[in-house]
């Protein structure tokens, strides 16, 4: 049976960790099949091929790769018919319009007229058409922040991340008009045969994702509070409970959310848990 074809970046910020999360899931790639333009994965139908970004979502629409992983953004900005199938987590950026720090930002309508440069024109131009701001929009490819500096503009559209990039060049984000992290795209032509390959995929890959969204909390309370302990930690079906040695006392083993874990610490202190352990889980399967 043919492989699944998983088309990722060469290099770049998504590379890293787009191979991570295939490692994670139990596959094993050469280690020189990373330098290359493909590999194939030794203990599962799948092959790699290595890619820039802006590329990725014409090689899954043409069907030259079955699925690929790319930054949100660049799929939105290509248009290309390809579905999202999976949102990744990682790589989570923002687009957003930027001005200099000395002019005062009076709301949308500072835009109209204006020149903005970005690397981004598919999406600053429907935002514009949808906000009915007349703006000149400025493509370039790279070093879009540095466009109004030189003369080049009067405002940017960029990705932000920490904000450092605009402050270093004495701009101010005033509009953030999207979010993007890395997801999953699937082309339209997929192959019914693939299509188990691809569910076995993804049913890892979910596995992975909600083991690291989640962690494994073991923690000794008093057995008169274990009702309201439960409550606060209900796990995937109920939390198991151990009698321990010292009478009236239980150790409480379940699983919880990362999120959640720092607004039940308080509570779970405040009924007596005591000697509570978090540690990470590597796969979960519900
Ligand atoms: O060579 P290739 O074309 O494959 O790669 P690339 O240079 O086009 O992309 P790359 O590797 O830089 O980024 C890949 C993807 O990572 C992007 O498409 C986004 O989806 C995502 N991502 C997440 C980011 C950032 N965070 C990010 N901070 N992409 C770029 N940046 C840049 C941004 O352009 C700006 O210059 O970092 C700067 C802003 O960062 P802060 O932290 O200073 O705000
Ligand atoms: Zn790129």
């Known amino acids: 049976m043919d492989n699944l074809k998983l088309t990722v970046q060469r290099q770049g910020r998504l590379n890293e960790k787009s191979l991570k999360l295939i490692e994670d899931c139990g596959i ?44 949100e953004n660049v799929v939105l900005e290509k248009g290309k018919d390809v579905k999202i199938i999976e949102r990744l987590g990682f790589a989570k950026c923002r687009l957003s319009l930027a001005i200099p720090q000395t002019e005062k930002y009076t709301g949308k309508d500072y835009f109209q007229g204006k020149r903005i440069a970005t690397a981004y024109p598919r999406i600053l131009q429907k935002y514009l058409m949808e906000n009915k701001i007349d703006a000149e929009i400025h493509e370039i490819s790279g070093s879009v922040e540095i466009a109004p500096g030189i003369g080049l503009s009067d405002s940017i559209f960029d990705i932000v991340s920490s904000g450092s990039t605009l402050v270093g060049n004495r701009l101010k984000e005033v509009e953030v008009i999207c979010h993007s992290e890395a997801v999953i ?6 192959l019914k045969e693939k299509k188990s390959i691809l569910d076995d995929l993804l049913f890892r890959i979910q596995s992975v994702q909600r083991s690291k969204n989640n962690k494994y909390i073991l923690l000794n309370a008093p057995n008169d509070k274990l009702d309201k302990i ?42 007596g848990a005591q000697g509570i352990l978090v540690t990470s889980i590597e796969k979960m399967i519900i």
Not at 29 to 50: A, D, I, M
Request: glycine share 6%; proline share 7%; net charge negative.
């Open 230 to 271: 439960v409550k606060l930690l209900p796990g995937m079906k109920s939390p198991t409970i151990i009698p321990l040695y010292e009478k009236g006392w239980s150790s409480l083993h379940s699983v919880i959310n990362e999120n959640e874990f720092w607004e039940v610490i308080n509570k779970l202190k405040e009924y």
């Open 185 to 190: 795209i699937v082309t339209p032509h997929l």
């Open 28 to 71: 094993i790639l050469t280690q020189e099949g990373k330098r290359k333009l493909v590999s194939v994965s030794r203990n599962f139908p799948l092959e790699l091929l290595y890619v820039r970004d802006d590329d990725i979502p014409q090689y899954v629409f043409d069907g030259v790769a079955d699925i690929g992983i790319v930054g």
